[in-house]
């Protein structure tokens, strides 16, 4: 795009953001009616191989699950067609990258068990984030010097510390429930680091004095 224009893609990111929306509050709904038709354990949940009812809803979440981060890619296609470099961090490369590749493990090897909870909080994380990025295109003055995106970064950086306690709460207890530990110490470190990188972002952002003589 370096010698394009950039594309202009209003009406389509709002049909896009809107999708976003439903399509991962429906995943989060279906989470929550998981957790009120079979027992789930937050302290260790272990993971079943066989064919049963549960075992087989978890592998249908697990498969919506992997399908949004896969969609989620498309974001960084977007910012390169309408030319926003600067949206394309490394912290967007490699969140977004991470994600998709452990979803594809996890579908393969792992789905269900006690990674289950970090689908079902991170999708209703991303329906309130696509949310906020569907009204900043279709009514931008409404998001204009609004605190909303100071909050949906709250929101994304108190999901990842719940998951930190989430994945090593079974190793500081010492609790075996058949769930590889292997698998706990790698999700707990990769919440743990994205947190920290969140937290800088946030900092940057929202907490860092300009430097004089430039404004925001």
């Given at each position: 795009m370096a010698?394009?224009?950039?594309?202009?893609?209003?009406?389509?990111?709002?049909?896009?953001?809107?999708?976003?929306?439903?399509?991962?509050?429906?995943?989060?709904v279906m989470g929550l009616?998981?957790?009120r038709t079979y027992s789930y354990s937050f302290v260790c949940q272990s993971f079943v191989h066989d064919t049963s009812d549960q075992s087989m809803l978890e592998l249908r979440l697990g498969y919506i699950y992997f399908l949004l981060k896969i969609l989620d890619?498309?974001?960084?296609?977007?910012?390169?067609?309408?030319?926003?470099?600067?949206?394309?961090s490394f912290l967007h490369?490699?969140?977004?990258?991470?994600?998709?590749?452990?979803?594809?493990?996890?579908?393969?090897?792992?789905?269900g068990g006690h990674c289950f909870m970090l689908g079902m909080l991170n999708t209703f994380v991303h329906?309130?984030?696509?949310?906020?990025?569907?009204?900043?295109?279709?009514?931008?003055?409404e998001t204009r010097g609004a605190t909303w995106k100071r909050y949906v970064?709250?929101?994304?950086?108190?999901?990842?510390?719940?998951?930190?306690?989430?994945?090593?709460?079974?190793?500081?207890?010492?609790?075996?429930?058949?769930?590889?530990?292997?698998?706990?110490?790698?999700?707990g470190m990769q919440n743990i680091f994205m947190l920290m990188m969140f937290g800088d972002f946030y900092r940057r952002t929202y907490l860092q004095k300009p430097t004089k003589g430039h404004r925001n």
């Open positions: 010698n394009r224009k950039p594309i202009e893609m209003r009406n389509f990111l709002i049909v896009y953001n809107l999708f976003q929306v439903v399509a991962n509050m429906a995943a989060f009616n998981y957790l890619l498309a974001d960084t296609v977007f910012f390169v067609l309408r030319k926003k470099q600067s949206h394309v490369v490699y969140h977004h990258t991470i994600m998709a590749i452990s979803a594809s493990l996890f579908m393969r090897y792992l789905a329906a309130v984030m696509y949310f906020y990025f569907f009204l900043t295109i279709y009514r931008p003055e970064t709250l929101l994304q950086m108190a999901q990842f510390a719940y998951l930190v306690f989430h994945f090593f709460r079974p190793i500081v207890l010492g609790i075996d429930c058949g769930y590889p530990r292997a698998v706990l110490w790698f999700v």
